[in-house]
Nanobody, 128 residues
Framework: QVQLVETGGGLVQAGDSLRLSCAAS????????MGWFRQAPGKDREFVAG????????KSADSVKGRFTISRDNARNMFYLQMNSLKPEDTAVYYC?????????????????????WGQGTQVTVSS
């Protein structure tokens, strides 16, 4: 089991940048896939980006591709979501999450049900 704590949310204007951080502890992290999800009011939780801790392979949702980047810092057991060119439709609660690495293709990890460990969430609000 992995414990996750997010930081870095806030209120920004459209076009601004924001970086979310997630501190991970309690597990052998190179056995996990780490992900960022978001949930807007009245909508389902959706996949934003993921990273294979062991290989560094990443995957991003089409809606954020070219604007958001996921990365990790092995030495600090942290992973990040750099969000650039933010839009009002990016407004949501953002969650970091961990899934056991089952050596599956990325399509396997695009659903929240595959992730067993979650952070508490952090609000990101983008004003127009």
């Amino acid at each position: 089991q992995v414990q996750l704590v997010e930081t870095g949310g806030g209120l920004v204007q459209a076009g601004d940048s924001l970086r979310l951080s997630c501190a991970a502890s309690g597990g052998t992290l190179n056995m996990y896939i780490m992900g960022w999800f978001r949930q807007a009011p009245g909508k389902d939780r959706e996949f934003v980006a993921g990273i294979d801790w062991s290989s560094g392979s990443t995957k991003s949702a089409d809606s954020v591709k070219g604007r958001f980047t996921i990365s990790r810092d092995n030495a600090r057991n942290m992973f990040y979501l750099q969000m650039n060119s933010l839009k009002p439709e990016d407004t949501a609660v953002y969650y970091c999450a961990a899934a056991r690495d089952m050596t599956k293709p990325w399509t396997y990890y695009l659903t929240p049900a595959k992730f067993g460990d979650w952070g508490q969430g952090t609000q990101v609000t983008v004003s127009s």
